[in-house]
């Protein structure tokens, strides 16, 4: 495959043993994409798609096959391997926000910054930067009860974006919003992409994912053609 690839996964299969059945999840999973996509991974509920992107955020492992992310063979990784690679490679945008509720939208920004064992300083100025980027520079100080839910979205892709990692994986991202402010959320990821992110957005919803550029449909663990 291309060497341009964010994520490359060959063959992939998610077997589990559910009493006396096997539940193939994902059957023989090929996926390539490249750097600065905007693609959707489609599918109605049970079709995959949420275990294709555990596997793509290496929140999980796959039976076997193999999943390059950012041209990294995952195959051998140990847990904390893993995490590394999470933190340094893949920014997380998740339906309910996933925010510290006793943090401030900053504070909630800089977290994967202490992870990464940035220095205070640097942390809170990359922070900073990143909460301006999606138009927040006045909520800093905001707890998440004190902000909107398209607010509360933004911090969260805020948080997504401090580590500049090559894939943002957003799973849901405007499944918790109305419609108005979801379409707001959409137009931040589209002006995110076009400055050369790479972002892999996940969901049900058929017009969400059909305004990204490319769609990934999924359906009884197969891609369909």
Do not use: W
Not at 103 to 112: D, I, S
Not at 116 to 131: F, H, I, N, Q
Request: aromatic content about 4%; glycine content about 8%; overall charge neutral.
């Amino acid at each position: 495959m291309a060497s341009d690839s964010v994520i490359e996964a060959v063959d992939v299969r998610k077997y589990y043993i559910v009493g006396d059945y096997l539940v193939k999840a994902l059957d023989g999973v090929d996926v390539d994409i490249r750097k600065g996509e905007f693609v959707s991974i489609m599918g109605p509920s049970g079709s995959g798609k949420s275990t294709l992107m555990n596997l793509i955020g290496c929140l999980d492992r796959p039976t076997s096959g193999i999943l390059k992310i950012d041209g990294t063979d995952t195959s051998d990784f140990s847990e904390r391997d893993l995490a590394y690679l999470r933190n340094e490679k893949i920014g997380f945008v998740f339906q309910q926000f996933n925010l510290l509720g006793k943090l401030n939208a900053l504070e909630n920004v800089m977290t994967p910054l202490l992870y990464a064992r940035v220095s205070p300083k640097e942390r809170r100025e990359l922070a900073t930067e990143a909460l301006e980027r999606v138009g927040l520079a006045d909520r800093m100080k905001h707890k998440p009860n004190e902000l909107s839910g398209g607010q509360k979205q933004r911090v969260a892709i805020a948080r997504a974006l401090v580590n500049n990692p090559s894939l943002i994986l957003a799973d849901e991202p405007t499944g918790a919003l109305d419609t108005k402010t979801g379409n707001q959320i959409m137009e931040l990821f589209e002006q995110l992409n076009s400055e050369g992110r790479t972002i892999v957005l996940v969901t049900h919803n058929r017009e969400l994912g059909m305004a990204c550029s490319r769609q990934i449909l999924i359906r009884d663990g197969k891609l369909e053609k």
